[in-house]
């Protein structure tokens, strides 16, 4: 893959190189000559065929990640969650010990504590991380999925952008089992508070807990609103909201 330069961009297919745009720029790549039957049935792509089934078990798992928290992430992920949420079930994946080459998947390697760790810390919108908005600590109970930030103060805790009134926090307690596909999320009642120097302790509890068994993740999302006439707007689209995954087990 390369990239182009110049004034005048091309777009389409010359001499079996293909130009296209992406959020990376324009960009351009020869047209593969391979045809798909033979990657399926050769056995010299034997190793592509496993590498595209692992990929596709990788890319499955992000989904159904996604799919899970999207009441949360809707407002509150960038344009390239998919593709970093792809790289971290690759990895998830990769701590699989119990499946021959071509069969790992998230399924066996989430069982590795290692594996669980690296969804701690995710942050689904990377221009607006939770860890560079809230100075202030939390709490987690994993058993009801509670979340407790004691003696906030909006103006001096969170960092707010300009504009912004009003700030929302919610929890989330989701559950996902990556072998059978199932899901559940179970979210607080947001706590919506005005952007002052008053100090209160913020306890967000989900209604309750997941109902499916699986791998357990513990969300925090932060909004900000602006008030205008009694009334609160959404700061650009939520492009300024922030969701994180602060603990998984």
């Not at 992920?77 to 690759?90: A, C, I, N, Y």
């Not at 103060?153 to 300009?162: A, G, L, N, R, T």
């Not at 807990?209 to 009334?231: R, W």
């Amino acid at each position: 893959m390369a990239r182009q330069s110049g004034l005048i961009k091309i777009k389409g297919t010359l001499d079996n190189v293909s130009f296209y745009k992406t959020k990376d720029g324009d960009l351009a790549r020869m047209k593969t000559s391979v045809d798909a039957k033979r990657i399926a049935n050769d056995p010299a792509f034997e190793r592509t065929r496993e590498n595209n089934k692992e990929f596709a078990n990788s890319a499955t798992a992000g989904k159904l990640m996604r799919d899970t928290v999207r009441p949360m992430s809707m407002n509150a992920s960038d344009g390239r969650v998919v593709s970093r949420l792809t790289k971290t079930m690759t990895a998830i994946k990769n701590m699989d010990l119990l499946s021959i080459r071509g069969a790992r998947n998230v399924a066996d390697g989430i069982v590795d504590p290692n594996a669980v760790l690296s969804l701690k810390g995710f942050e689904f919108n990377k221009q607006a991380l939770l860890s560079a908005i809230l100075f202030k600590p939390s709490t987690v109970d994993t058993i009801t999925g509670e979340i407790t930030i004691t003696d906030l103060v909006p103006q001096m805790d969170i960092v707010f952008p300009q504009g912004a009134t009003h700030v929302q926090l919610t929890a989330g307690f989701a559950s996902v089992d990556f072998l059978n596909g199932d899901k559940d999320l179970q979210m607080s009642v947001p706590v919506n508070l005005q952007i002052d120097t008053i100090q209160s302790t913020v306890i967000l509890t989900p209604g309750s807990a997941p109902s499916v068994a699986g791998t357990n993740l513990y969300l925090l999302k932060i909004e900000f609103f602006q008030a205008v006439n009694g009334n609160q707007y959404t700061l650009k689209n939520g492009a300024y909201n922030a969701l994180r995954v602060i603990e998984a087990q």
